[in-house]
């Protein structure tokens, strides 16, 4: 008995011991932390090689470019550059770096630094691997002071003000040897942007503490963390709990459960994102050799026009995107106003099984005996519709559009994939119908590119688009657009291909995803969204979700506390049950000895 | 997975009978190298059938043009014919290098030891909260048989086991999710210092934990079980009751000690594959171990992280086999002397 | 002649074995649950309007909780979740038998063929075993249903892929066994062939014992299956347990506490495990008699 009372006296005092300088901790005052909580992919900080769109967001808060996207409106907006030119042959850029800017050691930032960025992703091909396509059309990059930068350009191009690459310190990154095998890790990492990496555990956590030499506004906050969730429901979790403040990439179904939660807000963001339905009727590769196995019955635009009458986008938003995006119509997404295009009537091809029916009738396919359609050699009309896994919304969709086209005599077999092997099948041609999609940029130049007979993939399946998109107008149209700096010709040229795409049913877009998120709004009381009248937090082509998060004054920042408190009541209690346990046992056992 | 009535299989008595104690010992070796050389050989070549481009999928939904795919495939040796990318793939391998994971840009073998505490950490709680639970019930089952203790106690460990785990894991995010973070392994804000760390720890690692004991510990009452109801009616035990010992140290000084053997070679095989195992638990509570680091890698088609990673957990599995077949020689002195 | 008697007394064998079976609660227990699932996946299509499976003709709102004439409720579609349950039990169940049968016959044969010719033959047969049994099976079964053409036979082919090796080595070891024993050897000295020994002597006593385990097979292959599905490896075009609850947990089913989307699939995969767990320890407890009661 004497022992086991020792024991208990023993175990409290150690318990108390221990904890003491575990509240101590949190009685100094703590930084104020937005934290937020990340599902996607972030691999590497290296910014030549960060191609995973997470990377690239926190690539954005550590470097500055050369311009940037207003928070407004996507609009070009001044970065490292504060003004600049364009000679009349429209293939000299002459950008004026403002002065007395610092990388985050203390170094001047000047026009060295821009042209050894570019001249090196130019030269080296692993500096290339994120943004080497930006770089393709440049003849030279020179910095004739340290004030201004000239950029010569072989042909004119459209994109200059929308250069999404990261100017890296040049008395840092010349001292790299192998740009593939730098991890960027010597913390604090020297950037230019308004915070500064400080921490980088791969597949855990990202921390950035306010860059105080940053050239623009300062963040009313002191550190920024990323932390990595593999599940989407426990990051909600997280934000229940306060182990993070903001969570993105919310399905409809949290959306909608999160909106009546005490001390959350939601935040509900127009997308820049497609979602489309690629139809495989011309898989030819770059050299025009045919690939893939699609159904043939696709070549016959009469099919194509049939499928596209039977899918309901509208249905399709309201069921399996829960109402939480816009239907889709042209390639641009919706968000993008100045360049979206929509179908006017005479151009509508209308969600009407009736009339897919017809269509399909007319055309000379008739119904089998089990109802589905056969094509011209007496086969039952059966496309594959691959779709990716991993991917919540895409099962629902494939689901509707195989009951739809099911209803007007086209058989369909979902194939979920992985998006490793949807990609595969993608760029081999290998597919019949195809749920894809695309992220656009304020610049609508790199979706429409996605369309050119140039970048369809080679006979190895290399190259990155998969609906294979080759016609004679949308290239004329393309190449026009790129080269036309007066931007009212060019909003038309862009519409102009978007209406020829819509008409030949190449890809059928079914919606502009609402970008779902949720913030902790008892301890953030607002955050720069982007563009400004109902942007996003996350996910922005900017960094003004971050930089302008403003938390509400009297919060208790901590988010620890309790964490710690019922982590010393578990170690207690397994203490104190398993010493409790052993006492009992010795003193039966000895008790046994002394029979 | 391995089915918990399946009892682990003894050693030979055949051949322990010819072989001498160190004979035994380097057959056994040997075999575990020459399976971990198959693993390696047949693994290179698993992968190699594996659908879809590693390349493609780096450059997927950027802007990469099709000369800079190219480029990136033959900067990885992907553009050389199979054989010759075995041959570099072994010679690496000879000088411990793991190659390089597509996803991350960085050494399979850093990855690899990166998460290679926090699976040891969680298997190694969980396994060890598991064998004392489940030798503790499966003793008293056994010893009571029929009674409600073992009706209880076996049925809920049985009913814990039947369940995926992942969707064990799942409700007890829902149940428990409030007072326990969800996510990682430390919070990035813990003060430093050993006292903080250690419980920050402790409390990210309980949710996890208990899952895969809940998942875990039925193997180790059944065979623990049944092992005691074996020796219930030896001999050994009618003399030690007959020497008036109470029931209790017949039980634990006894019986207990016998019918642990069979369980030592069963938790050894085991802890081999529950690193396997924890997979799903590690991917509901993002726990940065193996198995996360396996989930991603086939997801993201990652060939040298996958094959690394195969090659380490199967190795895992052929030492704890050997382990375990070289201790039950040691400790079990009827397979010694067969 | 012979062969009636030998028919006879197997008859009356598997007649003692039933009255066994019978006497172990649990077992009959699991047997009765069994059936009762079996029958209501079988009689799915009678008892229910398969149309309702179709999205484009479902009438429920999203993800509502149980009444309105939905007994478990409806999933994020608005279908509802009783319907999706009867008909994703055809597939959970054909999965489990499908994988175990494929899995038994490998697992048998090389068993048997290692056991009964030895030598390098067994050499080599073994390594191949440890080479499956050391894998983990969670990775082999991964990267076997993307190799193969998506679809459900894949994932069966690659389930019972990963499941073998347990019960050649189970095989193997009770081969030994049995013909070590001396009726074996007599039976050599009559001058019977190979086939006649493993025909008549080794696959009648050794399969018994195989039956008994690997009705946990079955088991472990729904798990296996619905760990694949929640993986995202799974096949849509086939409804099972394991798809339902990945489309559950991919809309968030979890955050919104739809506890009847969640718990329905999840528990039904546990009571068909449970129950197959108990009729395979009865089945061992009856053919091992030192586990038995006495």
């Given at each position: 008995m004497r022992i086991r009372r020792l024991g208990i006296g023993v175990i409290a005092m150690g318990v108390a011991i221990l904890s003491a300088p575990v509240v101590h901790a949190q009685d100094t005052a703590q930084p104020k932390i937005l934290r937020v909580g990340v599902t996607g992919t972030y691999a590497t900080m290296n910014p030549f090689t960060a191609y995973h769109l997470g990377d690239t967001e926190v690539g954005r808060v550590m470097y500055a470019f050369l311009t940037s996207y207003s928070q407004q409106d996507y609009s070009p907006a001044p970065g490292l550059a504060d003004k600049w030119q364009v000679s009349s042959d429209k293939l000299t850029w002459t950008y004026h770096i403002r002065s007395g800017m610092k990388w985050s050691d203390g170094q001047p930032i000047t026009a060295k630094d821009v042209a050894w960025t570019f001249n090196k992703i130019m030269t080296d091909k692993t500096a290339a691997t994120a943004n080497g396509n930006f770089v393709t059309d440049f003849d030279t990059v020179t910095a004739p002071d340290d004030s201004d930068v000239v950029i010569k350009t072989k042909a004119p191009q459209a994109t200059m003000l929308a250069l999404d690459i990261p100017i890296v310190p040049e008395h840092v990154w010349s001292k790299v040897t192998d740009v593939g095998k730098y991890d960027n890790l010597q913390y604090p990492v020297v950037g230019s942007g308004p915070f500064t990496l400080t921490n980088f555990t791969q597949g855990q956590s990202i921390t950035l503490k306010a860059n105080p030499d940053y050239y623009g506004d300062k963040p009313a906050y002191d550190q920024l963390e990323f932390r990595h969730y593999d599940n989407e429901d426990a990051a909600v979790q997280g934000l229940k709990n306060g182990d993070v403040d903001v969570v993105s990439g919310l399905t409809p179904t949290q959306y909608a459960a999160l909106q009546n939660t005490p001390n959350i807000t939601v935040n509900k963001a127009r997308g820049g994102r497609q979602n489309d339905l690629l139809v495989n009727y011309q898989a030819q590769t770059n050299t025009n050799q045919p690939v893939g196995d699609a159904n043939p019955v696709l070549k016959d635009p009469k099919v194509r026009l049939a499928i596209a009458q039977s899918i309901d986008v509208k249905t399709l938003v309201d069921k399996a995107y829960g109402g939480l995006a816009e239907p889709g119509s042209g390639m641009v997404p919706a968000v993008f106003g100045t360049w979206h295009w929509s179908p006017d009537a005479s151009q509508e091809q209308k969600f009407d099984l009736t009339a897919a029916a017809k269509t399909l009738d007319d055309a000379g396919y008739q119904k089998g005996a089990d109802g589905v359609r056969l094509d011209k050699s007496g086969k039952p009309i059966t496309l594959r519709l691959v779709i990716d896994s991993g991917v919540p919304n895409e099962n629902a969709s494939a689901q509707f559009i195989k009951g739809w086209l099911g209803q007007v005599g086209i058989g369909v077999t979902v194939q979920a994939l992985s998006s490793d092997a949807v990609t595969d099948a993608g760029s081999k041609g290998q597919y019949d119908l195809q749920l894809n999609g695309w992220t656009g940029n304020p610049d609508p130049d790199a979706l429409l590119s996605i369309q050119i007979c140039a970048n369809r993939p080679d006979a190895d399946g290399n190259g990155n688009t998969e609906n294979f998109m080759c016609d004679p107008q949308i290239d004329a149209l393309y190449k026009q657009q790129l080269s036309e700096t007066d931007q009212a010709k060019r909003v038309k040229d862009v519409k102009d291909l978007q209406a020829r795409l819509y008409s030949l049913d190449s890809s059928i877009v079914i919606a502009y995803p609402n970008v779902l998120e949720a913030y902790r709004s008892d301890r953030w009381a607002s955050f720069g969204l982007q563009p400004a009248q109902g942007g996003s937090i996350t996910h922005q082509n900017g960094y003004y979700g971050y930089l302008l998060a403003k938390p509400v004054d009297s919060a208790a920042a901590g988010g620890g506390n309790t964490g710690l408190i019922v982590g010393i009541v578990v170690v207690v209690v397994i203490v104190l049950g398993g010493g409790a346990f052993l006492l009992s046992r010795r003193r039966r056992a000895s008790a046994d000895e002394r029979e | 997975m391995t089915t918990p009535a399946t009892a682990p299989e003894l050693a030979e008595p055949g051949t322990a009978a010819r072989a001498g104690g160190a004979r035994y010992v380097l057959g056994k070796v040997g075999g575990a190298v020459v399976s971990l050389f198959v693993v390696v050989v047949l693994g290179f070549f698993l992968f190699?059938?594996?659908?879809?481009?590693?390349?493609?999928?780096?450059?997927?939904?950027?802007?990469?043009?099709?000369?800079?795919?190219?480029?990136?495939?033959?900067?990885?040796?992907?553009?050389?014919?199979?054989?010759?990318?075995?041959?570099?793939?072994?010679?690496?391998?000879?000088?411990?290098?793991?190659?390089?994971?597509?996803?991350?840009?960085?050494?399979?073998?850093?990855?690899?030891?990166?998460?290679?505490?926090?699976?040891?950490?969680?298997?190694?709680?969980?396994?060890?909260?598991?064998?004392?639970?489940?030798?503790?019930?499966?003793?008293?089952?056994?010893?009571?048989?029929?009674?409600?203790?073992?009706?209880?106690?076996?049925?809920?460990?049985?009913?814990?086991?039947?369940?995926?785990?992942?969707?064990?894991?799942?409700?007890?995010?829902?149940?428990?999710?409030?007072?326990?973070?969800?996510?990682?392994?430390?919070?990035?804000?813990?003060?430093?210092?050993?006292?903080?760390?250690?419980?920050?720890?402790?409390?990210?690692?309980?949710?996890?934990?208990?899952?895969?004991?809940?998942?875990?510990?039925?193997?180790?009452?059944?065979?623990?079980?049944?092992?005691?109801?074996?020796?219930?009616?030896?001999?050994?035990?009618?003399?030690?009751?007959?020497?008036?010992?109470?029931?209790?140290?017949?039980?634990?000084?006894?019986?207990?000690?016998?019918?642990?053997?069979?369980?030592?070679t069963l938790i050894f095989i085991n802890l081999g594959f529950v690193v396997g195992g924890a997979v799903s638990v590690e991917a509901v509570y993002s726990w940065p171990g193996l198995g996360l680091l396996l989930y991603q890698s086939i997801a993201d088609h990652d060939g040298p992280l996958l094959q690394g990673l195969l090659l380490v957990l199967a190795g895992a599995v052929l030492v704890m086999n050997l382990i375990g077949d070289l201790l039950l020689r040691v400790i079990d002195p009827r397979v010694r002397a067969a | 002649m012979t062969s009636a008697i030998v028919w006879r007394r197997r008859r009356a064998a598997a007649g003692r074995l039933w009255d066994q079976f019978r006497s172990q609660r649990g077992g009959l227990f699991g047997l009765v649950i069994l059936a009762v699932i079996v029958l209501l996946a079988l009689l799915a299509p009678v008892i229910t309007d398969p149309s309702g499976l179709d999205v484009t003709h479902a009438t429920g709102g999203a993800l509502k909780p149980p009444g309105d004439g939905f007994l478990l409720g409806t999933d994020e579609t608005g279908r509802s979740v009783l319907l999706l349950l009867l008909w994703g039990s055809r597939v959970s169940l054909l999965v489990g038998f499908a994988a175990t049968l494929l899995c038994v016959g490998i697992g048998t044969i090389v068993g048997i063929v290692m056991a009964h010719f030895g030598g390098w033959v067994q050499a080599v047969l073994m390594r191949v075993t440890d080479f499956f049994l050391v894998l983990p099976s969670l990775v082999l079964a991964a990267v076997l249903s993307t190799v193969l053409t998506p679809g459900i036979g894949s994932i069966i082919i690659a389930i019972a892929a990963t499941a073998w090796p347990t019960t050649a080595r189970l095989v193997r070891s009770q081969t030994l066994a049995v013909e070590s024993r001396p009726y074996i050897e007599r039976s050599w000295a009559l001058g019977a062939g190979h086939w006649h020994v493993i025909g008549k002597h080794v696959l009648p006593a050794v399969l018994p014992l195989v039956f008994a385990n690997t009705t946990l097979t079955v088991g472990q292959s729904i798990i296996t299956e619905s760990t694949l599905a929640f993986l995202g490896l799974g096949d849509p075009n086939s409804a099972s347990w394991g798809e339902m609850l990945h489309n559950a947990l991919q809309v968030g089913a979890v955050t919104a506490r739809a506890w009847w989307y969640l718990l329905p699939p999840g528990l039904a995969i546990g009571v068909v495990v449970l129950a197959f767990m108990m009729c395979g320890r009865a089945l061992e407890a009856v053919l091992n008699p030192r586990l038995r009661e006495r």
């Open positions: - | 190699r059938v594996l659908p879809g481009d590693p390349i493609r999928l780096m450059s997927r939904n950027t802007s990469v043009g099709t000369k800079q795919v190219a480029e990136l495939r033959h900067q990885f040796g992907l553009d050389k014919p199979l054989p010759a990318q075995f041959a570099d793939y072994v010679v690496a391998l000879a000088h411990g290098d793991l190659g390089v994971s597509l996803k991350f840009s960085r050494p399979v073998s850093d990855l690899i030891l990166q998460a290679l505490w926090p699976t040891l950490l969680l298997v190694g709680v969980a396994t060890l909260i598991s064998i004392l639970l489940g030798l503790w019930q499966g003793t008293r089952a056994g010893w009571r048989r029929g009674t409600g203790f073992d009706r209880f106690s076996t049925g809920t460990a049985l009913a814990l086991w039947s369940a995926p785990t992942f969707w064990l894991g799942m409700i007890f995010l829902v149940v428990l999710g409030s007072w326990f973070p969800t996510q990682g392994i430390v919070d990035p804000d813990t003060p430093a210092g050993f006292l903080p760390q250690f419980l920050d720890v402790l409390h990210h690692l309980t949710l996890p934990c208990l899952t895969l004991v809940a998942v875990l510990y039925a193997q180790y009452l059944l065979v623990m079980r049944s092992s005691v109801v074996e020796e219930m009616d030896a001999d050994y035990l009618t003399t030690a009751r007959a020497k008036g010992l109470r029931d209790d140290v017949v039980r634990s000084r006894h019986a207990v000690p016998n019918a642990l053997l069979p369980t030592v | -």
